[in-house]
């Protein structure tokens, strides 16, 4: 028997008129969150990072704007593109929806490249601590497409199926909330454990390595439970969706960083 949940608005308050939205406030809670684990690390003993407060003052901004232009740009053009080729101005309303993990985590890579180029700091290093951080956000992400009734599963029958008052009878996967407690909550403790209890953090590239691997394992065996999107379906008559391709060439990727850098000299 599935379990009958009352649908929670998608506005969390209203602030002189403004609608806060729980997708907003999961962006805020994962930087203020982020922002304060990252410090930790880069403050320890062990860090291989070093950075001033204006420094990590300036790297969230960066990181702020390269997950939300990534995020917009790569859901535009892996999930949508005609659709906004004929509606060019839709592409900037954000608060419609909308963002892509893979397109967001291009953006955080361009962010750190660009922000450690300019401080003359190791990319591969700080790329390696942003991914300790990065599940922290995706946990958060996750519980608003929850809330928002986004990315929902798959018909199921499991006693854990979900259904929504108002919304279809079918009992579906909660799959936003497999995607939470795998790709945050599990891959976070996995990435954290990895960079205080082992040496791979002296070797740049690696953990950052393990995290796309670890992010793409993930997300391929979640995508079993999740719904396709409907404008895109299977791409394949044996069930591959696009998530499943992006995070395939994700994995492919994390693992060629992660061989480079173990080939590397051991600092």
Sequence with gaps: MAIILEPISPVAFSFFGLDVRWYALAYIAAFV??????????????????????????????????????????????????????????????????????????????????????????????????????????????????????????????????????????????SPLYEAATEGVLLFIIMYCLYRFTKLRTRPGALGGIMGMGYATFRILCEQFRAPDVHIGFLTSWGLTMGQLLSGLMFIAGALIFISAMRKKHL
């Design 33 to 174: 969150v982020g922002y304060y684990v990252f410090r930790r690390l880069i403050n320890h003993p062990t860090s291989m990072v070093k950075m001033s407060r204006s420094q990590l003052d300036d790297f969230l901004t960066a990181i702020v704007l390269g997950v939300i232009l990534g995020g917009r740009l790569g859901y535009v053009l892996f999930y949508n593109l005609g659709y906004f080729l004929h509606h060019p101005l839709e592409i900037f309303a954000v608060w419609h929806g909308g963002m892509s993990f893979h397109g967001g985590l291009l953006g955080v890579i361009v962010a750190v490249f660009l922000f450690s180029r300019r401080n003359k700091i190791n990319p591969w290093s700080v790329l390696d601590v942003t991914s300790v951080v990065a599940p922290i956000g995706l946990f958060f992400g996750r519980i608003a497409n929850f809330i928002n009734r986004e990315v929902m599963g798959r018909e199921s029958d499991v006693p854990w199926a979900v259904v929504f008052n108002g919304d279809s009878p079918v009992p579906r996967h909660p």
